[in-house]
């Protein structure tokens, strides 16, 4: 017997209206991922991995087709529903960091537990800033932190409420290669720990080989 995946895709199509104008991007995608798996998403620009991230994390709605995360099929799910599905599921950290200019580091990650009510919120988001090894810059706003910094931060806020599902748009790819190699041991390193389910979109072939168990190329919408 073999246990059910914990992301099933199944035949799911993405096409894009622009006004008069229709734009496939996804053809019929269909993709078994089993829980805990470290999956590396590559495929040249504009091929539609940022599309399938989107669709994945709830972020956008497939044209047709199912997706099925943890037992939940997310593909017809609205609006309240599926935003409080994807907070209590998907941790997603983008290409640019997004993390909010007006909050230190410190506060972006105990803002977002706080506003949830979740209880000792400072000391988790401190334990939080440890663990990806932001340590002293903690009371640093964005604008102060450098790129790597900065996405430690992200990478903090996005483990807040251990999502199952943790999703990475070319993470690294505004790094140096010092720093990308650094912080590529660092997610390593958490996904031994965390056993959550990564889909890690990348262009760099070495960082697909060395995190991830399988890879996955998306082309021609397949
Ligand atoms: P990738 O991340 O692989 O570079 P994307 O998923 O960002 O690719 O985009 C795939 C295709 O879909 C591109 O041709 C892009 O222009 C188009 N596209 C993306 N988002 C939209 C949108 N909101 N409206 C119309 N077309 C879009
Ligand atoms: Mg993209």
């Known amino acids: 017997m073999t246990a059910a995946p914990l992301l099933a895709l199944d035949r799911v199509r993405k096409v894009y209206r622009r006004e008069a104008e229709q734009v496939p991007v996804l053809d019929g995608v269909s993709l078994e991922i089993p829980d805990g ?28 087709g199912d997706i099925v995360v943890a037992g939940t099929n997310i593909a017809r799910m609205k609006g309240n529903e599926l935003a409080r599905w994807r907070s209590a599921t998907i941790g997603y950290i983008f290409q640019l960091y997004n993390l909010v200019p007006v909050l230190t580091a410190y506060e972006n990650v105990a803002v977002p537990m706080e506003i949830r009510g979740t209880p000792n919120a400072g000391a988790r988001a401190r334990a939080l800033l440890e663990e990806v090894g932001l340590t002293g810059r903690a009371h640093h706003y964005p604008s102060q932190l450098s790129g790597g910094e900065q996405q430690r931060v ?6 807040v409420l251990e999502p199952a599902v943790l999703l990475f748009d070319e993470p690294l790819s505004n790094l140096d290669a010092q720093l990308r190699n650094e912080m590529r041991s660092e997610i390593k ?22 995190l991830a168990d399988r890879i996955c190329v998306l082309q021609g919408g397949h």
Do not use: C, W
Not at 154 to 159: D, G, V, Y
């Open 154 to 159: 992200a990478l903090a806020r996005a483990l």
């Open 37 to 64: 798996e470290f999956v590396a998403l590559m495929g040249p620009s504009g091929s539609g991995k940022t599309t399938l991230l989107n669709l994945i994390g709830g972020i956008d709605q497939p044209t047709s």
């Open 189 to 210: 390193r958490l996904h031994q720990r965390l056993g959550a389910t990564i889909i890690y979109v990348t262009h760099d072939q070495t960082e697909a080989m060395t």
